[in-house]
């Protein structure tokens, strides 16, 4: 149970701060890594897994 909660929370530590970098990038650096809108279909924000 314990490790289940543990787990959980370094998933969503690290989504926070791969939310959070990404959220500091130009619309022309997330284009030069292929998360633009023209790749990802201009999604609302980004999806991470």
Known sequence: ???T???SYQTWK???QTRDELSR???R???DLGLGCRAAGCPSR???R
Request: aromatic residues 12%.
């Open 46 to 48: 980004y999806v991470i």
């Open 29 to 31: 650096e997330l284009e």
């Open 5 to 7: 909660v543990i787990r």
């Open 1 to 3: 149970m314990l490790d």
């Open 25 to 27: 990038l130009s619309l």
């Open 14 to 16: 690290k989504y926070r």
